[in-house]
């Protein structure tokens, strides 16, 4: 099994930059894709980024395109995800995410239901 805890969220003004951190341990090495996703309340959960944990190819949600970038560091086995001209619209609960089980293609890098390990996740609250 895989555990992920996240670290770094918190309250930015808009405009601003917040970087998350996720640390996973235990079976690293099941690990194929590892992601964010958001949740903001009364709103259905939201794919933020994902990145294929051996190569490094990532994806994005259209809203965040351009501003935040996912990253990683394979040593280390941590996940990042600089976020950058944050909006009003971002303040969510950012969870931290893993596919342990399968490698994912297209359009299931975006469905929640495809992860099966999930941290705790982080508050980030952009105010306006």
């Known amino acids: 099994q895989v555990q992920l805890v996240e670290s770094g969220g918190g309250l930015v003004q808009a405009g601003g930059s917040l970087s998350l951190s996720c640390a996973a341990s235990?079976?690293?090495?099941?690990?194929?894709?590892m992601g964010w996703f958001r949740q903001a309340p009364g709103k259905e959960r939201e794919f933020v980024a994902g990145i294929a944990w051996s190569y490094a190819g990532a994806f994005y949600g259209n809203s965040v395109k351009g501003r935040f970038t996912i990253s990683r560091n394979f040593t280390r086995n941590t996940l990042f995800l600089q976020m950058n001209s944050l909006k009003s619209e971002d303040t969510a609960l950012y969870y931290c995410?893993?596919?342990?089980?399968?490698?994912?293609?297209?359009?299931?890098?975006?469905?929640?239901?495809?992860?099966?390990?999930w941290g705790q996740g982080t508050q980030v609250t952009v105010s306006s």
């Open positions: 235990g079976h690293t090495s099941s690990l194929y894709v």
């Open positions: 995410v893993a596919s342990t089980l399968k490698r994912l293609y297209g359009g299931s890098w975006y469905r929640a239901a495809e992860y099966d390990t």
